[in-house]
């Protein structure tokens, strides 16, 4: 098996469109992750691996091959489950020969926009870290594994190709936003979801140097997809300057464009959409 993308998760909003870029623009396998049960504040059904294959594709033309997509059960709020999810992916790789991640997304994120000091609750505060922060932080713990490993900086690189170019560099990305930039902070508001977005750029900056000291081929980097037409926004596209209002297809196509061109010189750093850093 070739090198792979892993995204997680994959079924809504950015990762779904990113699962179907990738898809579509390259040949290599991709692994992505769905959650089995919907929250139970949710009215949605119980999905399954074959559901959620299905939706991934009801839009993509017939010349995709359906296998080159693995999907794993995991749910974001349990280190069970994605410890499960992470040894499931070990067992689907060939015992064989070696393969590792190429590119890797990371989108767990939920918002709770306290707009005062009055607004703030602890069941909002706690959810929101939970995703936004202890679940990246456990995707490290137990996905980063799949990195390639020192000894592939050095090794002989196969023929490159637009899927496979001869750097072996792997790029190791979470999805942060704008409002985690402390430095830009001129609005206020938001506490929680400003508080834990500075908390994971600082997770991203500390595992890349844990990277750089292992040796390891690969980079760690934070991105800024913009206001995207989600559920999470939902509630405020209407004071979005016109034309920056994303559909999520166009902010995957950017962020896959942005992440292709990070090299070693960018890493640790966050990174918007257009390709500007955005300071911490």
Known sequence: MPPFVLISPATRGISLALVRH??????????????PNPPSSSSAHPRTHES?????????KGNVDPA?????PLDLTSEESIAAAADA?????PKDAQSYI???FFLAGVLHPERQPADLALEDITETFRLNVIS??????????????ASAATAKPPAASEDTPASPLAK?????????????????????YRASKAALNQVVRTFDLHLQARKLPAIAAAVHPGTVKTDLSKAFWGGVK???LFEPAYAAERLAAVVQGLGKTQRGRIWDWKGEEIKP
């Not at 985690?180 to 938001?190: D, P, R, T, V, Y």
Request: no cysteine; charged share 15%.
């Open 22 to 35: 990738y898809l579509r623009t390259t040949t290599l396998p991709i692994f992505g992750t769905y959650r």
């Open 52 to 60: 959620v294959h299905a939706e991934i594709f009801s839009p993509l």
């Open 136 to 149: 990246h932080l456990l995707l490290i713990k137990h996905f980063s594994r799949f990195l390639p490993p």
């Open 102 to 104: 190429r590119i890797a």
């Open 89 to 93: 992916l070990a067992d689907a790789l």
């Open 242 to 244: 016109p034309g920056q």
């Open 172 to 192: 190791w990305v979470h999805v942060s936003a704008r409002v985690g930039s402390i430095s830009e902070n001129a609005l206020g508001g938001w506490y929680s």
């Open 68 to 72: 080159r997509l693995r999907l794993l």
